[in-house]
């Protein structure tokens, strides 16, 4: 059973940073792709990056720049440093582990960036 547990969510001015980390169980996290989508109330869920196996990584073209997604295997966690917030970054946080339509989310972290 794949579990994944979130955490670094919380309240920020504009313009700080935040540092979310998703730790997985088991042992095929070294061989998923581990993405970072988020939810903005009343929006659809979007993803906001995501990195390979081999650590090729992709962004959204809003958070370029600004976020960095990383990945320890050795320590099953997958990281998105978020630098240069912004009021339009607030949603929960949500790490996914595989392919686009596999089942494995986390549970979500809040991220809010007030004005």
């Known amino acids: 059973q794949v579990q994944l547990v979130e955490s670094g969510g919380g309240l920020v001015q504009a313009g700080g940073s935040l540092r979310l980390s998703c730790v997985a169980s088991?042992?095929?996290?070294?061989?998923?792709?581990m993405a970072w989508y988020r939810q903005a109330p009343g929006k659809q869920r979007e993803l906001v990056a995501d990195?390979?196996?081999?650590?090729?990584?992709n962004y959204v073209d809003s958070v370029k720049g600004r976020f960095t997604v990383s990945r320890d295997n050795a320590k099953n966690t997958v990281y998105l440093q978020m630098n240069s917030l912004k009021p339009e970054d607030t949603a929960v946080y949500y790490c996914?582990?595989?392919?686009?339509?596999?089942?494995?989310w986390g549970q979500g972290t809040q991220v809010t960036v007030s004005s």
């Open positions: 088991g042992s095929i996290f070294r061989l998923n792709t």
């Open positions: 996914h582990l595989g392919a686009t339509m596999s089942p494995y």
């Open positions: 990195i390979t196996q081999n650590g090729r990584t």
